[in-house]
């Protein structure tokens, strides 16, 4: 395979699919593509990740750039940008698999990265003539096993033209941000604002319960008042306010806290490097930092056991 190549895709067909990082949302998304009749070779570097896919009807491959052998759609979801970096660019920036990609292919990378490492990849991508996306996701594990993703775009609207009914098999609200880095950017401003949230929420509930009042009482009275919003209606921080929340499960599943102080992380530096006054972002990154040292594969709604170690218990 080489960039002297072109793909062509086909309308009136299923292009071939490599998906690449098969973790908690990785893994229900592939499976997800897989339902839709998708063709997929997919690689991780744990074994139990690609037994589960190869069960599922997946091809296992040994590497990334197997795994693109015969693609025409290559999909991540990375942990880090260093791993975006090292599996597109290698080691030398031009060693990693975009170098082996034919003219043409459509690459979606999913990870949460910072918006300076997508443009970085993007930019790569476009001097080989190979159509790249940034594609974060919001949902959490519950929308990739439902196919109920929000998927957030940067990219060129012809790519997005070509992405979305893939994108459409594993979410159910799809948009397009922008350029090249929006679909990061948009993605980081959402969770710095649900890590304040749920920090605020957190906050809130325990200055009730340690002045007597029910959580779950209190729950309900701000949900119809004017401190409503998201982490109460559905996320509820507090054990046994809400049923099939991870606070009511020992802080099991969901989002972990470690990966939201990555995301502030990604919000504090883009607003470094852009000039931009985040104090409450920022507030809400030390509290995570602290958090998370002891916490960090907990929900991230365990911020409640700042507040109230027992609940973490």
Not at 23 to 44: C, H, I, Q, R, W
């Amino acid at each position: 395979m080489g960039t002297k190549d072109t793909v062509m895709m086909d309308n009136n067909s299923k292009p071939n699919i490599a998906f690449i990082g098969l973790g908690n949302m990785g893994a229900p998304m592939a499976e997800n593509l897989l339902k839709a009749g998708y063709t997929l070779s997919v690689f991780d570097l744990s074994d139990a990740a690609t037994q589960r896919l190869e069960k599922a009807g997946a091809r296992v491959a040994q590497s990334p750039k197997d795994a693109a052998s015969n693609a025409q759609v290559v999909i991540s979801m990375l942990p880090a940008g260093q791993h975006v970096h090292s599996v597109y660019l290698g080691d030398s920036g031009a060693n990693g698999l975009l170098a082996e990609l034919p003219k043409g292919t459509l690459v979606i990378d999913s990870s949460t990265i910072a918006a300076a490492d997508a443009r970085t990849v993007a930019d790569a991508a476009s001097h080989l003539g190979i159509d790249f996306l940034d594609a974060p996701v919001s949902g959490g594990t519950g929308g990739a096993i439902a196919g109920s993703l929000t998927f957030i775009i940067g990219g060129d609207d012809d790519a997005f033209a070509k992405a979305e009914p893939i994108l459409a098999v594993m979410g159910k609200n799809i948009f397009h941000a922008g350029e090249h880095g929006a679909g990061q950017v948009a993605k980081i401003c959402n969770n710095m604002l649900l890590g304040i949230l749920m920090a605020g929420t957190a906050e809130a509930i325990n200055l009730g319960v340690k002045n007597g009042l029910d959580p779950k009482v209190l729950s309900d009275i701000m949900l119809q008042s004017s401190g409503r919003n998201w982490t109460l209606e559905v996320y509820n921080p507090y054990p046994q306010v809400m049923e099939n929340v991870p606070s009511s499960n020992g802080y099991q599943g969901g989002f972990m806290s470690k990966l939201m102080q990555k995301d502030l992380n990604l919000a504090m530096q883009t607003a470094k490097d852009t000039h931009v006054d985040t104090p409450m972002g920022a507030k809400a990154t030390e509290l995570y930092a602290t958090h998370t040292l002891e916490n960090g594969d907990k929900d991230f709604s365990s911020i409640m056991g700042r507040h109230d170690a027992s609940v973490l218990f």
